[in-house]
């Protein structure tokens, strides 16, 4: 229990596996095991979450992943035998869309994608988002179909380069974009069934951003408590 405690200790300060290794003396191996079973509770009490936002919500999606010249090489003579390798519209295919809401209060919700289409989008919009709650996205048209669905539904074209129209616009979901996927180039080289765990931490330490350290490390300990293999 007194191992476990550092090793939560160590996640709340954001240590990587290698300092781990170091500060408490375990092999790789078992310390990656203990951050990626952490990680793993995060992400199924985020999913059991029931709790529908009802508030005013940003939408937007992105794509990560890592420059085409940092990927391994066998992996870009593939993207390239495939004509997958171009700038642009090709990077969909070597990168991992995601999903984002953002409540104004300042909390958000993720989920992988597929692709960025209206029937996955609205899927996910009705089981987090309540009726007649006010969503800002912008022109994408899969979400076109928002306002027939029962919300209220504004956009903000950012190909005219409009950003902000009063109330209408989706800079704080645009901000946690920059914010996670800079914290996310700290890990090198996340492989592909991974790429959730770290979103949903990413998640996580948002919606948490004002505990103190000591009552992060007391929810982590909770979830830990209440998580089901």
Not at 3 to 21: D, G, P
Not at 164 to 170: L, M, N
Request: charge should be positive; aromatic fraction near 14%; proline fraction near 1%.
């Amino acid at each position: 229990m007194r191992v476990w405690y550092e090793i939560i200790w160590c996640f709340a300060l954001s240590h990587s596996v290698s300092k781990l290794v170091k500060l408490l003396n375990l092999n790789y191996k078992s310390s990656f095991g203990c951050y990626q079973i952490i990680r793993l509770a995060l992400t199924q009490r985020s999913f059991e979450d029931r709790r529908k936002i009802a508030g005013p919500a940003e939408v937007d999606e992105s794509y990560y992943g890592g420059l085409f010249k940092n990927l391994r090489k066998e992996i870009r003579w593939k993207l390239r035998y495939e004509g997958k390798a171009k700038r642009g519209r090709g990077a969909k295919y070597r990168k991992q869309p995601v999903f984002g809401i953002y409540k104004r209060n300042g909390t958000v919700y993720l989920e992988l994608i597929t692709e960025c289409t209206k029937k996955e989008l609205e899927k996910i919009i009705e089981r987090k988002i309540k009726k007649r709650t006010s969503i800002f996205s912008d022109t994408l048209t899969s979400y076109n179909g928002l306002i027939g669905l029962g919300y209220i539904h504004k956009t903000v074209n950012h190909g005219a380069e409009i950003y902000v129209d009063g109330k209408v616009r989706i800079n704080g979901m645009e901000g946690f974009w920059g914010l996670s996927k800079t914290n996310m180039h700290t890990y090198k080289g996340i492989r592909k069934e991974n790429w959730i765990y770290y979103l949903k931490e990413m998640e996580f330490r948002y919606n948490e951003r004002h505990l103190s350290f000591e009552e992060m490390v007391a929810k982590i300990i909770t979830i830990l408590m209440t998580h089901r293999k």
